[in-house]
């Protein structure tokens, strides 16, 4: 199992660690709005970009987008975490405009733990990450 990254909070309790990864800051500035007061943040907008802050922070819990430009989209990006035997547990929700079942059922046969079509309930993707980390 891989260490968790966690800091301290405001009070010095200790706050778990999640990577959003979206292209669109407006998709993070929404979860950074959303979990931000119960969790330490980490930010990418590619996959390359997440995979140096995962093999760096090797954070409890991801949430990542699909479709995104570069050498590495969201899909690939997850076969890699679940490939890795330290990386493997990290709890992954995929957050995708890709709404269809095969979609769906595809991430989650590659590892996802979670899938949200966007547009999404950031209350329902808050809910789910206290589920999996508080």
Known sequence: MPMTQQTAGPNGARRDTVLVVDD???????MRVSLGKKYELLEA????????????????????DVMMPGAMDGLQLLDFVKGDARLKNIIVGMITARGQTMDDLNARKRGADAYFVKPFSPRAVVAWV???LL
């Open 24 to 30: 669109s800051e407006d998709i993070r500035l929404l």
């Open 45 to 64: 907008d590619s996959g390359v970009q997440a995979l140096e802050l995962i093999q760096l922070h090797q954070p409890p819990l991801i949430l990542l």
């Open 130 to 132: 206290d589920s999996k």
